[in-house]
Every structure is written in structure tokens, then in C-alpha cells.
């Protein structure tokens, strides 16, 4: 009996650990706090409300994505979620992958996440003390050419 409910214990969590699991976000558009416009607000702050974004994760993958991108009906508020196109990334390689779409469609990898240097250099902005901090990616177009930022 013991090891019958040693052995049932031990499947339940193992399947509990092998799940996938799902995050859902939405976001509020609100009037710019520097100069006080509620274009944005006005013309896409309804799109963003009505939708939601979501990430599905596991212990090695994440997929970004929104309601509007699963059912075929893109809008603003897509693209300022930031899943006009979905997002890939996996753990163990370390791999990002997302489309970008300029004068035609490019698929990006990211190889590796830029290790970020962090600077003394502060600045106040709206209130917020920022610290500048620099880092390497690379080009788009020309993923043999590094991009400092």
C-alpha cells in the first residue's frame, strides 16, 4: 500500500511539472503625463481594453502572444502589446524568435540576450530617476553587425 501511494504521488507530480501554463495580461491606455494628449487614449485605448494578451509557458519554452493575433483580427492595440507578431523564446538555448515586418516580413533570431552594462550616468525624467546603461545587439538587416544602444 505504501509504495502503491508512493508511486501515485510520485506520477501526479510528475504531470503537475510537465504542464504548460497560461498568463493572462491586459493593459489601460491613459492620457501622456508630460503633455497631457489622449490621442492614443482615444483612437486606441478601446482596441487595448477589448483585448488580451497572453503567455503560455513550460520549463523550457515561452510563447507571447494575443486574443486578436489567435483569431486573424490585428489591430494597434497588438502592436503596442507587443505581439503583432508572437513571441518565441526558449530557456536552454536561450533563442528568441519574432517577426518584424517592415517593407516585408523578416524573422529575427536572437542568439543571445544582450548583457546589459550598467553606467553611474543618471538623468531625471518626468519625476523618475533613470540609470543610463549601454549594451550590443545586432542588426537586423545585417546580423553580422553589432548595433551599440
Request: charged share 25%.
Amino acid at each position: 500500500m505504501k509504495i502503491f501511494l508512493i508511486l501515485c504521488l510520485f506520477c501526479f507530480f510528475n504531470i503537475g511539472f510537465g504542464q504548460t501554463h497560461k498568463a493572462v495580461y491586459s493593459f489601460k491606455i491613459e492620457a501622456n503625463p508630460i503633455t497631457g494628449d489622449t490621442t492614443l487614449k482615444d483612437d486606441v485605448g478601446p482596441l487595448a481594453e477589448d483585448n488580451e494578451y497572453y503567455l503560455y509557458f513550460d520549463k523550457e519554452n515561452s510563447y507571447y502572444t494575443s486574443y486578436n493575433v489567435e483569431n486573424n483580427t490585428k489591430d494597434m492595440s497588438d502592436a503596442l502589446g507587443g505581439c503583432y507578431y508572437p513571441v518565441k523564446y526558449n530557456y536552454n538555448s536561450k533563442k528568441m524568435r519574432h517577426n518584424i515586418e517592415f517593407d516585408k516580413l523578416y524573422i529575427v533570431n536572437y542568439n543571445d540576450v544582450p548583457t546589459w552594462t550598467i553606467t553611474n550616468e543618471t538623468k531625471e525624467i518626468s519625476g523618475y530617476t533613470c540609470i543610463k546603461a549601454t549594451g550590443i545587439v545586432n542588426d537586423i538587416s545585417n546580423p553580422k553587425k553589432k548595433i551599440s544602444c
